[in-house]
């Protein structure tokens, strides 16, 4: 999932790469410095830049990163002038096996999947079976949105570049209803209310782009999916590229995602994205992404001999189509197109997207004047990737090398310490022996509301409550008591990390709903969920029990 770009990341916890939007003020300001430091080195530093190869030193620089950042695996590929000129893995899979990351381990690249899916649409506009400003009802007569002008209104175009208004459901890590259809996800968005009004703003969101991958089976009759692996994967040579990660076979060459957790980078469990996948859940290698680069490079919509987009209509997915927030008269223009952010490095335009979710990060950045891409792929939360593609992007241009990395590490390290101290403060305001207000079992029920589906809060074998959510096995979080009738959700998979819920009472004296926070975005996952700028309150009510009574 995820932004700034997923980097979503309007989602992603890590510092943006420069020129990107919702790239933090402070680490602007210490790019700048950094490079301001080095800008009166870049004379002296052309002749010898001229006479050693661009990548001159570069494996060094990479290794030298993943070991500060505590990165277990990373892999890099550039392409020049059609040609792969690097690929190259580093670390490895997994932290405690020796098994080493190569060119060809596929990694999970989250919110990268988004340029796929509107490449698989532009297919289709080819064909003249869907046009970009055609109305989505018009190819799913089951959409429904909160307001019906918006519903009748929203185009393809609209979904592919953010602009409905239409945000998250329940926060980054994508896991909305995740045993759930997509056509459930779709009928049930009509009780989402919007975040900003209807093409007022940029507005993130993963749904829309899931709504995206349904016009292809509506359209073509085939599932986004096989669509994916047959129009786009095979053609390019993507042959171990999925949509799933169910379709890993047993010891296959793929990363394992990690987190930080109490201080500590671990292994987590693989997260299956299928509910929203057009949005996020594309496995692929380094190696086998450059073809995918090299489409949106030197002869658009071509690839060796191989025509898979009409050069304009590729072209209209990296035009802008809707402007997001920039640096201000200083910093570079941002906008972003169908599936791709648009902004500049250096004065030069490039097309880039980031992507995270549970434990795998990514940044795929193009440089098209130049005919050069470079794509990053990591098994745990960081920022030394933006550094990395910015090393590489300057070295191309003829640029001196900038402290990049010191940059955004000192900027992660500052903003660490920052979040630490809010999460200290929001434990410092509980209310320490502040009972709840009922006996436990008055908690215990189901709860439903149109949006969010089921949830159901019952007594665990210590006693104590535990929420499911959907009757989903990975969706179960220990309440645990804050103060009052508020709780804290911790969730049995760690690295879900925590929510927090609140019971209230109706008229009779009974509970009559729960009310769960939930985080759209932390403000940096290594600290924990919370705290928290962007959140939203789901109200479940409670489903009465036989006698009509709320007990």
Known sequence: MVERGDSQMRGREVPARRGEPGCPGRLLRLQRAAVGAFLFLAAASQPLLAQQSPLEGFDEFVERGIAEWGIPGLAVAVVKDDEVVHARGYGVL?????????????FGVASVSKAFTAGALGILVDE????????????LPDFRLYDPYVTSATTVRDILSHRVGVGRMTGNRIRWLPNRDRSELIRRMRH????????????????????????VPAVAGMSWDDFVRTRIFEPLGMERSNT?????????????????????????ERRNFDAVGPAASINTSVQEITAWMRLHLGSPGEVDGIRLLEP???REMHRPQNALADGGLAGPVSSYGLGWRLSTHNGVRTSSHGGATDGMNTTLVLVPEENLGVVVVTNTFNGFMNAVANRVIDRFLGQPDRPWDDAYRNAYLEQYEAVRSSRDSVHAVREEGAEPS????????VYYDSLYADARVSR?????????????????ADLEHWHHDTFRAVWRRPEMREEFVRFTRGWDGGVDALHIEWVLRPRLLQVG?????????????????????NP
């Open 529 to 549: 969920a919370y705290p928290s700028n962007y959140t939203r309150e789901g109200t479940l009510k409670r489903v009465p029990d036989a006698d009509g009574r």
């Open 128 to 139: 003249g079976l869907l046009d970009w400003d055609d109305p989505v009802i018009e190819h």
């Open 94 to 106: 997994e932290k405690g096996n020796p098994a080493a990351v190569d060119e060809h381990t596929l």
């Open 244 to 268: 799933s990660i169910t379709a890993f076979d047993e010891g296959e060459n793929a990363a394992w995602p990690h987190q930080e957790i109490d201080g500590e980078v671990v292994p987590i």
């Open 438 to 445: 009922l006996p436990l079992d008055a908690y215990t029920g």
């Open 312 to 314: 304009e209509t590729l």
């Open 192 to 215: 989402l209310e919007p975040e900003q009004a209807f093409r007022d703003s940029y507005v993130y969101s993963n749904v829309m782009f899931m709504v995206a991958g349904e016009l």
């Open 460 to 476: 665990n074998e210590d006693g104590g409550l535990v929420l499911t959510f959907w009757d989903d096995p990975e969706m179960v």
